[in-house]
């Protein structure tokens, strides 16, 4: 174990994922979210089989049992399919940064569940770490609520919405990564399972509704969009995921969800001087509180 390469790890995998949320959402006000969610799957999917034959000579993880591949397939279904397309129309009408701050509550949200669903008890400083997460992302929801009226206040209060069921399909698919992956499945091999059954699901309802030709062609609209897909999908679920792998096994969990979880502090910048967004001290702070709640749940 090395503890700074995990942190390292765990540090690179935030910024990382402060860029593929951002190209996410330049290509989702493009092409929209839902061809951005069916294309990010199939190449996400072929990066991930590549570094499966690479490191372990073989396509798919043939070791996998019946009742992994089950669970796994459900989480990738319930995260990547459900969950992140209400993420990806977050991002297009709220924008990355408050998406992604309401993507940092997945975790509590799994705590929560899993204290009933798993008897996994929280104590006194997990459950005060819930409580700060909670009230600093209602601070940044405050803050922003208030710089706007009419349509687009509706529209930022379903964009809300959308990240809120965002983080619980992300939770819902933690729990189901971690019944499904036990403790003898390779974590890359675990995410293998989850994105080509997130794949396949989507491209399947795509082709039962005749859209797939549809969403060929917003693809070749856009150029721009294409290659915002392509690197979002190699920063994000391919090459962000496995870091976040070294991540966890160099150092502790606490410390690495806590680094990794920086994301919507470097999302601060990104969406003050790219996507032009108004904001005050409150959301800053709001932010901090609660990604100090999330650092007091993990590190407790």
Same mark, same amino acid.
Do not use: C
């Given at each position: 174990?090395?503890?700074?390469?995990?942190?390292?790890?765990?540090?690179?995998?935030?910024?990382?994922?402060?860029?593929? =949320?951002?190209?996410?959402? /330049?290509?989702?006000?493009?092409?929209?979210?839902?061809?951005?969610? *069916?294309?990010?799957?199939?190449?996400?999917?072929?990066?991930?089989?590549?570094?499966?034959?690479?490191?372990?000579?073989?396509?798919?993880?043939?070791?996998? !049992?019946?009742?992994?591949?089950?669970?796994?397939?459900?989480?990738?279904?319930?995260?990547?399919?459900? @969950?992140?397309?209400?993420?990806?129309?977050?991002?297009?009408? +709220? @924008?990355? *940064?408050?998406?992604?701050?309401?993507?940092?509550?997945?975790?509590?949200?799994?705590?929560?569940?899993?204290?009933?669903?798993?008897?996994?008890?929280?104590?006194?400083?997990? +459950?005060?770490? +819930? &409580?700060?997460?909670?009230?600093?992302?209602?601070?940044?929801? /405050?803050?922003?609520?208030?710089?706007?009226?009419? &349509?687009?206040?509706?529209?930022?209060?379903?964009?809300?919405?959308?990240?809120?069921?965002?983080?619980?399909?992300?939770?819902?698919?933690?729990? @189901?990564?971690?019944?499904?992956?036990?403790? !003898?499945?390779?974590?890359? =091999?675990?995410?293998?399972?989850?994105?080509?059954?997130?794949? =396949?699901?989507?491209?399947?309802?795509?082709?039962?509704?005749?859209?797939?030709?549809?969403? +060929?062609?917003?693809?070749?609209?856009?150029?721009?969009?294409?290659?915002?897909?392509?690197?979002?999908?190699?920063?994000?679920?391919?090459?962000?995921?496995?870091?976040?792998?070294?991540?966890?096994?160099?150092?502790?969990? @606490?410390?690495?969800?806590?680094?990794?979880?920086?994301?919507?502090?470097?999302?601060?910048?990104?969406?003050?001087?790219?996507?032009?967004?108004?904001?005050?001290?409150?959301?800053?702070?709001?932010?901090?509180?609660?990604?100090?709640?999330?650092?007091?749940?993990?590190?407790?």
């Amino acid at each position: 174990m090395n503890p700074r390469l995990g942190a390292l790890a765990a540090l690179t995998t935030a910024l990382l994922w402060t860029g593929t =949320s951002t190209l996410f959402t /330049q290509a989702g006000r493009r092409v929209g979210s839902v061809v951005v969610n *069916r294309a990010r799957l199939l190449l996400a999917a072929a990066f991930l089989t590549l570094a499966h034959a690479a490191i372990y000579g073989e396509i798919f993880p043939l070791h996998a !049992t019946p009742m992994q591949w089950l669970w796994l397939s459900a989480s990738g279904v319930v995260g990547l399919v459900l @969950g992140d397309a209400l993420l990806f129309q977050a991002f297009v009408w +709220i @924008g990355p *940064r408050i998406s992604m701050l309401l993507m940092s509550l997945a975790p509590l949200m799994a705590a929560v569940i899993s204290w009933f669903a798993l008897d996994e008890r929280l104590n006194g400083m997990q +459950i005060l770490g +819930i &409580g700060l997460a909670l009230g600093g992302v209602a601070l940044v929801i /405050q803050d922003r609520g208030n710089a706007h009226g009419g &349509g687009t206040r509706q529209r930022f209060s379903r964009g809300v919405l959308f990240g809120l069921g965002a983080a619980l399909g992300q939770a819902l698919g933690l729990i @189901g990564s971690k019944i499904g992956m036990g403790e !003898t499945l390779p974590p890359l =091999s675990a995410n293998w399972i989850r994105m080509v059954a997130a794949a =396949s699901v989507i491209w399947g309802w795509t082709g039962a509704r005749g859209e797939t030709k549809h969403t +060929i062609e917003r693809l070749r609209t856009s150029a721009p969009a294409r290659l915002f897909i392509l690197g979002g999908a190699f920063t994000g679920p391919f090459l962000g995921v496995w870091l976040s792998l070294v991540a966890i096994q160099h150092t502790t969990i @606490g410390v690495a969800s806590t680094l990794m979880g920086l994301t919507p502090i470097f999302l601060i910048p990104v969406g003050r001087f790219i996507f032009q967004e108004r904001f005050g001290w409150l959301a800053v702070l709001g932010t901090l509180i609660a990604m100090t709640g999330v650092a007091l749940l993990f590190l407790t």
